[in-house]
């Protein structure tokens, strides 16, 4: 069934990891999402989305420390290449 999400916003950041394997960490803001437990909706798993494996989550810590960890964790980096990038609505 379809379901309207208000997205308020994203971030999102590149990480290599120590074998070199490029991907992404993205953090979605939206309206509260009304769910029981702490179970991710089947509406918002995205497994099939890019044909590759992703995993998709609540954040259960602070987004601070969600961000520090992967801003810090790793010091691979693309030279002359962005590391992040967001978009933030504004309030009306």
Not at 14 to 22: A, M, N, Q, R, T
Not at 66 to 75: D, E
């Amino acid at each position: 069934f379809p379901v309207t999400i208000n997205l308020k916003g994203y971030i999102w950041i590149l990480e290599i990891s120590s074998s070199l394997h490029v991907h992404y960490h993205a953090i979605v803001v939206t309206d509260r999402i009304n769910c029981k437990g702490s179970e991710l909706p089947d509406f918002l798993k995205m497994e099939d989305v890019w044909g590759a494996r992703c995993q998709v989550q609540f954040i259960r810590k602070n987004v601070r420390y969600y961000l520090a960890n992967y801003f810090t964790k790793n010091k691979n980096r693309i030279v002359d290449k962005r590391q992040y990038g967001m978009s933030i609505q504004k309030n009306k």
